[in-house]
């Protein structure tokens, strides 16, 4: 086994050190410089742990209550208060330029690097020329590598400070490279974009990334709400949107029972624990938060905490527990089990998404329960018994 192992590392190396060659010659012909290219393309090293984690996939689906309760705590938040206060004058000063309110900066902040607290300590260089060398995304990193190279080849920063997460994200903000070049800006006025350095800096290419992205000035991100025992949970999800109005007509209200404002104002309902959790109204820059980290829980984690940073309240209703945990194999299970039943579940590839959740809804409509598209074990159950029934 000790020979077979030392067989396929000697050919991952003779295969890797043949990329960086080929790697070499489209640097140069995209107007990199000889010396960038040569100073870090020569270091690179090939990291066989990259590509374990590439490849890995977690064995377990994760609830809403686990991501939520493991990222948004009391330290958390006094922490983000703390450095709001410290950084005031910066925070407020972007926010007139830019528009993004401070504790939002400061959020993405606490999530991404609890406050700079954890950059990753992997040689981007190292991570990037190991993934661009590797079939399975090989032109997505070999872009990202180039523009890493970019990245020092205007100075910003040295190829041996570029550390960060093992797929390429870096700095407080865990910018990839395509984005430091498009986003990046240089705030404290060095004459360098230092996004591992230099807090106004990522601060202000934070902002300058969510206003480019779109972010709409004044709007909030959305609202915990209150939803009426007879609620009708298929108009729920992020490609249903309505006016204010027409949810307070449905019954929706604050959590405190007031009615929804301003009226005109359209959002979309998300139940991301089922009809026993939180519920969330959510407007056009939640859709923005998306656009940074295509998570629902990231996005509605990113606002609790930019709330929660400027003195709201705690959520009305927590995320409750889910008692047993549900596989990625057992979701893949429902989802063919959904096929055989007519319901288009999407592909099965064992990810609980938007696709997979509508479909659950489905199912619970069709056989009278509450369709919030929520996944349990007793649901799971029901769909492989009604499915079983169907191929017998």
Known sequence: MALLWGQVAHASDNSFGECITRMKSQARAE?????TTHQVLSKARFMPRVIELD??????????????????????IQRGR????????LLDRIQHESGIPAQFLVSFWGLETNYGGHFGDWSVIDSLATLACDARRSAFFTQELLNAMRIVDAGDI??????????????HMQFMPSTFLRYAKDVDGDGRRDLWGSIPDAMGSAANFLRQLGWVPGLSWGQEVR??????????????MLSLAEWTK?????????????????????????YQGPAFL??????????????????????HLADRIAGAAPLHRVPPADPVKISREQVRQLQMDLSALGIDAGEPDGILGSATRKAISHFQQKTQRIA?????AGILIAIREAASGELR
């Open 31 to 35: 107007g990199i410089s000889d010396s």
């Open 55 to 76: 490849r890995r996939q977690p064995e377990f689906t994760q609830t809403f209550a686990n991501y939520f309760n493991t990222r948004i705590n009391e330290e958390r």
């Open 82 to 89: 703390e450095l709001y206060a410290k950084h005031r004058a």
């Open 158 to 171: 040295t190829a041996e400070r570029m550390v960060g997460s093992w797929a390429g994200a870096m700095g």
């Open 227 to 240: 939803l009426p025992q007879s609620f009708d949970y298929s108009l729920a999800g992020r490609d249903q």
């Open 250 to 274: 449905l019954g929706v209200t604050t959590v405190t029972g007031a009615p929804l404002e301003p009226a005109e104002q359209r959002a979309a309902l998300l139940v991301p624990s089922g």
């Open 282 to 303: 959510v407007t056009k820059n939640f859709y923005i938060i998306m656009r940074w980290n295509r998570s629902e829980f990231y996005a509605l984690s990113v606002g």
């Open 372 to 376: 919030d598209g929520h996944l349990d």
